[in-house]
């Protein structure tokens, strides 16, 4: 099989038209290409007035294809190795079953990984499963009633389940394209799998995660909802046992030898028990910042010119860094085209957002965060948990700044002017529970908001309009990551022995991706080695 790359067509080209210009290619006629498969296909904007689609193919010819590599570069054409991913072999002997805590991508996929090696992984989730959830969350963005156990963070699926379900991660990892297979064999759109920028969208994350689910506990796993680990109890620095609590607020203790931790970056209240419990952690950088909202309509037309509207483009979106020479800068992160700002509260009288859309991106607004890092450093308090605290001191403000639930937000205009807003323009704030006008000043760190007004001027020379007056600021986007991180070894175990820290909670993932391949490297681990003296 050949990886032909950089295979350049017009927009709307058909099948035929891709197997041309691939054989042009590689400089033979399109009946050498038996067959192929797209293997990336990404677009090409730089001429707005002549877009183009690129594509890289996985090609069956019936030519020498080890010559015809030869002839090109080898990032041009090459022999390409199909990836399957191998579960490892099993080592792990022990009477206790593994506990995984938090069904998040990172717990959903170590469940995954440990249910298919037959070793009946116990979940415990603190919130509810995701039609319960759904009812909770929607619940509480119509009427500002939280719960703080089922809400955006907390629940069936993880954080990413209310979310645009965007599956690009920075991380190189093979297990990268097992965990995109798995999504799509559990419901997830093919496309998902060569698209340059895939996403699933809230709307079939929902479902998906239902199946991966059930999936999990035909092979032998359980998943119990509404159970919130409280505490563990560990002997000569090896884990014991857990307790937890259940939906009807009983205690529960559990004998156990191996427990993952997939808790997610916002399970405050634990981390603060792990920590009394004695796992070593540590303070990690973190980025806190605003979500921006523009015209989708706006956007589309700065990025795709004449072709604006293109179904076959769908909705346009970017990725800005501003670097400026002090460096502590900012940057746009985890854009949502067409999409919703959510209110993503977990904890009772704090806001903060977040952004969401649906499969289809149709909303009429585009919307991203604008985020300054926050490292260990900038934080004078030497305590580990520090990061945690300054999160919490801005979500307060927020939501003693706002009305209840409903977020301070800003226009553009009147944040670049350093004055107050009293009311919204052209543009209409999305945040699920409403948005009230006000000065976000008030809300983040004065480093933090001067970073955002350079970056907002900075990516207004990149994309015409993105300072438009009218545009709305909505704060705070405080959880883009985890302040902390819980220390592992390379048996990725924390300082009590037996204990698997993973994923996002952890600090060693970020993103639904990355925590989903941190998660099934831990499982991995536990197939592979146990502590002698258990
Ligand atoms: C609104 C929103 C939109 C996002 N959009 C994207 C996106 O488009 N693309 C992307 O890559 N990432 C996105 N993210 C980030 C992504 O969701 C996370 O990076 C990812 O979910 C982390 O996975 P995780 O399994 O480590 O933790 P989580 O997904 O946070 O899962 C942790 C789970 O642990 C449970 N838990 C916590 N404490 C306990 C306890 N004591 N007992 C039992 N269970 C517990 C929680 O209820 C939760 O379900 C988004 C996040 C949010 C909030």
Same mark, same amino acid.
């Given at each position: 099989?050949?990886?032909?790359?950089?295979?350049?067509?017009?927009?709307?080209?058909?099948?035929?038209?891709?197997?041309?210009?691939?054989?042009?290619?590689?400089?033979?006629?399109?009946?050498?290409?038996?067959?192929?498969?797209?293997?990336?296909?990404?677009?090409?904007?730089? !001429?707005?007035?002549?877009?183009?689609?690129?594509?890289?193919?996985?090609?069956?010819?019936?030519?020498? *294809?080890? +010559?015809?590599?030869?002839?090109?570069?080898?990032?041009?054409?090459?022999?390409?190795?199909?990836?399957?991913? *191998?579960?490892?072999?099993?080592?792990?002997?022990?009477?206790?079953?593994?506990?995984?805590?938090?069904?998040?991508?990172?717990?959903?996929?170590?469940?995954?990984?440990?249910?298919?090696?037959?070793?009946?992984?116990?979940?415990?989730?603190?919130?509810?499963?995701?039609?319960?959830?759904?009812?909770?969350?929607?619940?509480?963005?119509?009427?500002?009633?939280?719960?703080?156990?089922?809400?955006?963070?907390?629940?069936?699926?993880?954080?990413?389940?209310?979310?645009?379900?965007?599956?690009?991660?920075?991380?190189?990892?093979?297990?990268?394209?097992?965990?995109?297979?798995?999504?799509?064999?559990?419901?997830?759109?093919?496309?998902?799998?060569?698209?340059?920028?895939?996403?699933?969208?809230?709307?079939?994350?929902?479902?998906?995660?239902?199946?991966?689910?059930?999936?999990?506990?035909?092979?032998?796993? *359980?998943?119990?909802?509404?159970?919130?680990?409280?505490?563990?109890?560990?002997?000569?620095?090896?884990?014991?046992?857990?307790?937890?609590?259940?939906?009807?607020?009983?205690?529960?203790?559990?004998?156990?030898?191996?427990?993952?931790?997939?808790?997610?970056?916002?399970?405050?209240?634990?981390?603060?028990?792990?920590?009394?419990?004695?796992?070593?952690?540590?303070?990690?950088?973190?980025?806190?910042?605003?979500?921006?909202?523009?015209? !989708?309509?706006?956007?589309?037309?700065?990025?795709?010119?004449?072709?604006?509207?293109?179904?076959?483009?769908?909705?346009?979106?970017?990725?800005?860094?501003?670097?400026?020479?002090?460096?502590?800068?900012?940057?746009?992160?985890?854009?949502?085209?067409?999409?919703?700002?959510?209110?993503?509260?977990?904890?009772?009288?704090?806001?903060?957002?977040?952004?969401?859309? +649906?499969?289809?991106?149709?909303?009429?607004?585009?919307?991203?965060? &604008?985020?300054?890092?926050?490292?260990?450093?900038?934080?004078?308090?030497?305590?580990?948990?520090?990061?945690?605290?300054? !999160?919490?001191?801005?979500?307060?403000?927020?939501?003693?700044?706002?009305?209840?639930?409903?977020?301070?937000? !800003?226009?553009?205009?009147?944040?670049?002017?350093?004055?107050?807003?009293?009311?919204?323009?052209?543009?209409?704030?999305?945040?699920?529970?409403?948005?009230?006008?006000?000065?976000?000043?008030?809300?983040?760190?004065?480093?933090?908001?001067?970073?955002?007004?350079?970056?907002?001027?900075?990516?207004?020379?990149?994309?015409?309009?993105?300072?438009?007056?009218?545009?709305?600021?909505?704060?705070?986007?405080?959880?883009?990551?985890?302040?902390?991180? &819980?220390?592992?070894? +390379?048996?990725?175990?924390?300082?009590?022995?037996? &204990?698997?820290?993973?994923?996002?909670?952890?600090?060693?993932?970020?993103?639904?991706?990355?925590?989903?391949?941190?998660?099934?490297?831990?499982?991995?681990?536990?197939?592979?080695?146990?502590?002698?003296?258990?």
């Amino acid at each position: 099989m050949l990886r032909i790359n950089e295979i350049s067509v017009g927009l709307g080209a058909s099948a035929e038209d891709i197997r041309e210009a691939a054989a042009k290619q590689i400089g033979v006629s399109a009946g050498h290409i038996l067959r192929f498969e797209i293997f990336r296909e990404s677009i090409d904007s730089r !001429q707005k007035n002549n877009i183009r689609m690129i594509y890289s193919v996985n090609a069956e010819t019936d030519l020498n *294809e080890s +010559e015809v590599a030869a002839r090109f570069l080898p990032n041009k054409v090459f022999i390409a190795e199909t990836y399957r991913y *191998e579960l490892p072999a099993v080592r792990r002997n022990s009477a206790f079953r593994p506990v995984i805590v938090g069904f998040g991508p990172a717990g959903m996929f170590a469940a995954y990984i440990l249910a298919q090696a037959g070793l009946s992984p116990l979940v415990l989730e603190r919130g509810n499963d995701v039609d319960e959830r759904t009812r909770d969350v929607t619940g509480f963005w119509t009427s500002g009633r939280l719960n703080t156990d089922s809400n955006v963070q907390f629940g069936e699926g993880g954080a990413g389940t209310f979310s645009d379900g965007k599956l690009t991660t920075g991380i190189k990892d093979e297990r990268c394209r097992y965990v995109l297979e798995t999504f799509v064999k559990f419901g997830a759109p093919e496309q998902i799998l060569y698209s340059s920028h895939p996403h699933i969208g809230t709307d079939r994350l929902k479902p998906l995660v239902k199946n991966m689910r059930q999936e999990i506990i035909r092979l032998g796993g *359980e998943v119990r909802f509404g159970c919130k680990l409280t505490g563990i109890y560990a002997a000569n620095g090896f884990i014991q046992g857990i307790s937890y609590e259940d939906k009807a607020g009983s205690q529960h203790d559990l004998e156990t030898d191996c427990v993952l931790l997939c808790i997610g970056h916002s399970a405050r209240d634990t981390v603060d028990m792990l920590y009394r419990a004695g796992l070593t952690m540590e303070k990690k950088a973190f980025s806190v910042g605003v979500r921006i909202e523009h015209p !989708q309509e706006m956007i589309n037309k700065a990025l795709f010119g004449r072709f604006w509207n293109d179904p076959r483009l769908g909705a346009a979106n970017y990725k800005f860094a501003n670097h400026p020479p002090h460096g502590r800068g900012g940057y746009t992160f985890c854009m949502c085209p067409g999409g919703t700002v959510v209110c993503a509260s977990s904890e009772a009288e704090m806001t903060v957002v977040n952004g969401m859309s +649906e499969y289809a991106r149709d909303g009429e607004n585009a919307n991203a965060a &604008i985020l300054v890092g926050i490292e260990p450093e900038h934080i004078e308090d030497g305590h580990p948990l520090a990061g945690i605290r300054l !999160q919490r001191e801005i979500e307060r403000k927020a939501f003693l700044l706002g009305e209840r639930y409903a977020a301070p937000a !800003q226009t553009v205009g009147d944040f670049l002017n350093g004055v107050p807003s009293k009311r919204f323009g052209a543009v209409k704030p999305t945040c699920t529970t409403g948005a009230v006008p006000g000065d976000i000043r008030k809300v983040l760190p004065a480093a933090v908001t001067d970073n955002i007004a350079l970056a907002i001027a900075a990516f207004d020379k990149k994309l015409k309009g993105y300072a438009m007056p009218e545009a709305v600021l909505t704060a705070p986007e405080s959880r883009s990551s985890s302040p902390v991180r &819980i220390v592992r070894d +390379e048996l990725r175990q924390a300082s009590v022995k037996g &204990i698997f820290p993973c994923g996002e909670g952890a600090g060693y993932a970020g993103g639904i991706v990355s925590a989903a391949v941190d998660g099934i490297k831990s499982a991995e681990a536990v197939l592979l080695d146990v502590p002698d003296d258990c």
